[in-house]
Protein backbone atom coordinates (compact mmCIF):
# COMPACT_ATOMS: atom_id res chain seq x y z
CA UNK A 1 0.00 0.00 0.00
CA UNK A 2 2.64 2.66 1.01
CA UNK A 3 5.69 0.45 -0.98
CA UNK A 4 7.26 -0.02 2.84
CA UNK A 5 8.46 -3.34 4.52
CA UNK A 6 7.50 -4.15 7.46
CA UNK A 7 9.51 -6.27 9.91
CA UNK A 8 7.43 -7.94 12.66
CA UNK A 9 8.79 -5.15 15.05
CA UNK A 10 7.50 -2.52 12.71
CA UNK A 11 4.50 -4.06 12.94
CA UNK A 12 3.94 -4.38 16.55
CA UNK A 13 4.96 -0.66 16.36
CA UNK A 14 2.54 0.20 13.89
CA UNK A 15 -0.22 -1.58 15.84
CA UNK A 16 0.22 0.83 19.15
CA UNK A 17 -2.45 3.71 19.46
CA UNK A 18 0.26 7.17 18.85
CA UNK A 19 0.75 7.91 21.91
CA UNK A 20 2.92 5.12 22.57
CA UNK A 21 5.05 6.07 18.72
CA UNK A 22 2.63 3.59 16.88
CA UNK A 23 -0.02 4.60 13.73
CA UNK A 24 -3.04 3.26 15.49
CA UNK A 25 -3.65 0.42 13.40
CA UNK A 26 -5.64 -1.46 15.77
CA UNK A 27 -7.03 -4.56 16.06
CA UNK A 28 -10.38 -6.28 17.08
CA UNK A 29 -8.12 -9.54 18.41
CA UNK A 30 -6.05 -6.82 20.36
CA UNK A 31 -8.88 -5.15 21.84
CA UNK A 32 -10.75 -7.96 22.79
CA UNK A 33 -9.06 -9.15 26.00
CA UNK A 34 -9.26 -5.57 27.54
CA UNK A 35 -12.44 -4.46 26.59
CA UNK A 36 -14.35 -8.16 28.04
CA UNK A 37 -11.90 -7.93 30.97
CA UNK A 38 -12.83 -4.54 31.71
CA UNK A 39 -16.66 -4.52 30.78
CA UNK A 40 -16.96 -8.06 33.08
CA UNK A 41 -15.43 -6.46 36.33
CA UNK A 42 -17.23 -2.94 35.61
CA UNK A 43 -20.47 -4.60 35.74
CA UNK A 44 -19.68 -6.94 38.59
CA UNK A 45 -21.87 -4.79 41.28
CA UNK A 46 -24.70 -3.92 38.83
CA UNK A 47 -25.39 -7.67 38.58
CA UNK A 48 -24.45 -8.46 42.40
CA UNK A 49 -27.51 -5.37 43.06
CA UNK A 50 -30.11 -7.09 40.53
CA UNK A 51 -29.32 -10.93 41.14
CA UNK A 52 -28.14 -10.63 45.12
CA UNK A 53 -28.99 -15.10 45.13
CA UNK A 54 -25.98 -15.37 42.57
CA UNK A 55 -23.44 -13.42 45.24
CA UNK A 56 -21.46 -13.14 41.84
CA UNK A 57 -17.65 -13.31 42.54
CA UNK A 58 -15.31 -12.59 39.59
CA UNK A 59 -12.98 -14.67 38.40
CA UNK A 60 -16.20 -17.16 37.06
CA UNK A 61 -16.69 -19.36 33.89
CA UNK A 62 -15.47 -17.50 30.87
CA UNK A 63 -13.59 -14.81 32.51
CA UNK A 64 -11.48 -17.13 34.15
CA UNK A 65 -10.11 -18.06 30.65
CA UNK A 66 -9.61 -14.40 29.84
CA UNK A 67 -7.59 -13.75 32.70
CA UNK A 68 -5.49 -17.12 32.45
CA UNK A 69 -4.55 -15.65 28.78
CA UNK A 70 -3.82 -12.06 30.14
CA UNK A 71 -1.46 -13.42 32.83
CA UNK A 72 0.66 -15.35 30.32
CA UNK A 73 1.08 -12.35 28.43
CA UNK A 74 1.56 -9.76 31.55
CA UNK A 75 3.35 -9.85 34.87
CA UNK A 76 0.86 -7.41 36.68
CA UNK A 77 -3.06 -7.89 36.75
CA UNK A 78 -5.29 -4.37 36.63
CA UNK A 79 -6.98 -5.37 39.15
CA UNK A 80 -4.32 -5.63 41.58
CA UNK A 81 -4.39 -2.05 41.02
CA UNK A 82 -8.23 -0.99 40.64
CA UNK A 83 -8.50 -0.60 37.02
CA UNK A 84 -11.74 -1.15 35.14
CA UNK A 85 -11.56 1.09 31.90
CA UNK A 86 -11.16 -0.71 28.74
CA UNK A 87 -8.81 1.60 27.81
CA UNK A 88 -6.37 1.63 30.63
CA UNK A 89 -6.29 -2.13 30.39
CA UNK A 90 -5.15 -2.10 27.09
CA UNK A 91 -3.00 1.36 27.61
CA UNK A 92 -0.67 -1.63 30.12
CA UNK A 93 -0.46 -3.58 27.41
CA UNK A 94 0.77 -0.94 24.67
CA UNK A 95 3.14 -0.04 27.44
CA UNK A 96 4.42 -3.63 27.44
CA UNK A 97 4.46 -3.97 23.83
CA UNK A 98 6.63 -0.60 23.34
CA UNK A 99 8.92 -1.66 26.29
CA UNK A 100 9.79 -5.19 24.28
CA UNK A 101 10.37 -2.76 21.13
CA UNK A 102 12.58 -0.12 23.09
CA UNK A 103 14.68 -2.90 24.97
CA UNK A 104 16.49 -3.45 21.20
CA UNK A 105 20.43 -3.19 20.89
CA UNK A 106 19.76 -1.01 18.16
CA UNK A 107 20.57 2.54 19.93
CA UNK A 108 18.69 4.00 16.74
CA UNK A 109 15.61 2.33 16.51
CA UNK A 110 15.69 3.29 20.32
CA UNK A 111 15.82 6.87 19.94
CA UNK A 112 13.76 7.24 16.92
CA UNK A 113 11.26 5.27 19.28
CA UNK A 114 11.60 7.60 22.01
CA UNK A 115 11.45 10.61 20.10
CA UNK A 116 7.95 9.22 18.14
CA UNK A 117 6.45 9.17 21.69
CA UNK A 118 6.73 12.89 22.07
CA UNK A 119 3.36 14.61 21.52
CA UNK A 120 4.16 17.13 18.90
CA UNK A 121 5.56 14.13 16.94
CA UNK A 122 2.01 12.93 15.77
CA UNK A 123 0.65 16.29 15.06
CA UNK A 124 0.95 15.10 11.11
CA UNK A 125 -2.15 12.81 12.21
CA UNK A 126 -4.27 15.00 13.75
CA UNK A 127 -4.79 17.32 11.20
CA UNK A 128 -8.48 17.97 10.21
CA UNK A 129 -8.16 16.65 6.44
CA UNK A 130 -9.94 18.44 3.75
CA UNK A 131 -8.25 18.40 0.33
CA UNK A 132 -9.77 21.54 -1.22
CA UNK A 133 -13.48 23.38 -1.33
CA UNK A 134 -15.22 20.74 -2.72
CA UNK A 135 -14.68 18.76 0.22
CA UNK A 136 -13.13 15.85 -0.94
CA UNK A 137 -11.57 13.94 2.77
CA UNK A 138 -8.40 12.78 2.25
CA UNK A 139 -5.13 12.91 3.92
CA UNK A 140 -3.12 16.46 2.28
CA UNK A 141 0.58 14.58 2.88
CA UNK A 142 1.66 13.48 -0.69
CA UNK A 143 2.26 9.60 -1.52
CA UNK A 144 6.14 9.99 -0.71
CA UNK A 145 6.00 12.07 2.03
CA UNK A 146 3.02 9.57 3.82
CA UNK A 147 5.52 6.98 2.34
CA UNK A 148 8.24 8.75 4.52
CA UNK A 149 6.44 9.47 7.29
CA UNK A 150 5.34 6.60 8.34
CA UNK A 151 8.71 4.53 7.58
CA UNK A 152 10.69 7.28 9.96
CA UNK A 153 7.77 6.87 12.34
CA UNK A 154 8.11 2.91 12.54
CA UNK A 155 11.87 2.39 11.10
CA UNK A 156 10.57 0.29 8.60
CA UNK A 157 12.32 0.07 5.05
CA UNK A 158 11.04 1.99 2.09
CA UNK A 159 11.37 -0.17 -1.30
CA UNK A 160 11.98 1.15 -4.16
CA UNK A 161 9.41 2.19 -6.86
CA UNK A 162 9.57 -0.06 -10.19
CA UNK A 163 8.75 2.71 -12.76
Not at 125 to 153: C, M, W
Amino acid sequence: MCNVSFGEENWSQAFLPIRHAGLSLRSAADLSLPCVLSSSHACKSLVNRLLPSLNLEIPYGDVNDAIDDWSEHHDSSPLEKGIQAAWEWDDLTCKDILNSVLNTNNSWNHCRLLAAQESHTAAWSEAFPIASVTLSVGNLLSPDKLRITITLRTGAKILESTK
